[in-house]
């Protein structure tokens, strides 16, 4: 019975060493810092649509279409093409094919953007316009996500350097970090999505467009251990 009581008291020290003692004095927090970008490049995607009694006619009709829109795009210089999709489907009467429906997409992106929205409107004579979207370039994002990290490092350590104090600690080191970035994008204005849906009638009509700003956002997690 004494050699067992021994035992007992030897092993309580180590217990406490190993287990509890790992999360000791542990405080986990936050911080995040944002910021407003200026918008510097449109996006913009049109598709070419084209109905016929056959398939072929109706695809015929949106290639036609297409190689306008890409002819009146090799003379600029500032703006990036690309066509997308390509859908061919049946119409119905009746529960009968009554003909074919062909479209075919094409996006276009630029941080010329007054250049971008003159040629939008130019080709809305034959192209319909489907989603305009503004954004910053991967560059000036990386730098104001890197300006916002020194930002937030700064106020993490103040934070936490705070927190020591309160709770009369000696020292604090930093446990682990875990840095988050994440854009908020506005919605495009409703000036520039109703120009979007010009009649024929208005075709010659500029696109009236405003690019606003996005918010870039960087939040830190961390947890810190008092000393």
Same mark, same amino acid.
């Given at each position: 019975?004494?050699?067992?009581?021994?035992?007992?008291?030897?092993?309580?020290p180590?217990?406490?060493?190993?287990?509890?003692?790992?999360?000791?004095?542990?405080?986990h927090?936050?911080?995040?810092?944002?910021?407003?970008?200026?918008?510097?490049?449109?996006t913009?995607?049109?598709?070419?649509?084209? $109905? #016929?009694?056959t /398939?072929?006619?109706?695809? =015929?009709?949106?290639?036609? @279409?297409?190689?306008? %829109?890409?002819?009146?795009?090799?003379?600029?210089q500032?703006?990036?093409?690309?066509?997308?999709?390509?859908?061919?489907?049946p119409?119905?009467?009746?529960?009968?094919?009554?003909?074919?429906?062909?479209?075919?997409?094409?996006?276009?992106?630029?941080?010329?953007i007054?250049t971008?929205?003159?040629?939008?409107?130019?080709?809305?004579?034959?192209?319909d316009?489907?989603?305009?979207?503004?954004?910053?370039?991967?560059?000036?994002?990386?730098?104001?996500?890197?300006?916002?990290i020194? $930002? #937030?490092?700064? /106020?993490?350590?103040?934070r =936490?350097?705070?927190?020591? @104090?309160?709770?009369? %600690?000696?020292?604090?080191?930093?446990?682990?970090l875990?840095?988050?970035?994440?854009?908020?994008?506005?919605?495009?204005?409703?000036?520039?999505?109703?120009?979007?849906?010009?009649?024929?009638?208005?075709?010659?009509?500029?696109?009236?467009?405003?690019?606003?700003?996005?918010?870039?956002?960087?939040?830190?997690?961390?947890?810190?251990?008092?000393?």
């Amino acid at each position: 019975m004494w050699i067992r009581t021994v035992f007992l008291i030897l092993l309580t020290p180590l217990v406490w060493a190993t287990s509890p003692m790992e999360s000791y004095n542990r405080v986990h927090l936050s911080v995040s810092a944002s910021s407003e970008l200026e918008n510097n490049q449109l996006t913009v995607r049109l598709v070419a649509r084209a $109905e #016929a009694k056959t /398939a072929a006619k109706a695809a =015929a009709k949106v290639n036609e @279409k297409m190689q306008w %829109a890409l002819s009146k795009l090799d003379s600029e210089q500032n703006i990036a093409s690309k066509t997308l999709n390509y859908r061919t489907f049946p119409k119905y009467n009746h529960q009968e094919i009554s003909g074919w429906q062909v479209e075919q997409g094409l996006e276009l992106e630029s941080s010329k953007i007054e250049t971008l929205t003159a040629i939008t409107s130019e080709l809305q004579g034959g192209l319909d316009v489907v989603n305009m979207k503004y954004h910053s370039s991967t560059q000036a994002r990386r730098l104001e996500e890197n300006r916002l990290i020194e $930002e #937030a490092i700064v /106020a993490f350590n103040q934070r =936490a350097d705070l927190i020591r @104090k309160q709770l009369g %600690a000696k020292n604090f080191h930093i446990v682990k970090l875990q840095i988050d970035s994440q854009d908020r994008y506005q919605n495009l204005p409703r000036s520039a999505t109703m120009s979007a849906r010009t009649t024929a009638a208005e075709q010659d009509t500029q696109t009236a467009v405003r690019a606003g700003t996005q918010t870039v956002i960087v939040n830190i997690n961390g947890e810190i251990e008092l000393e």
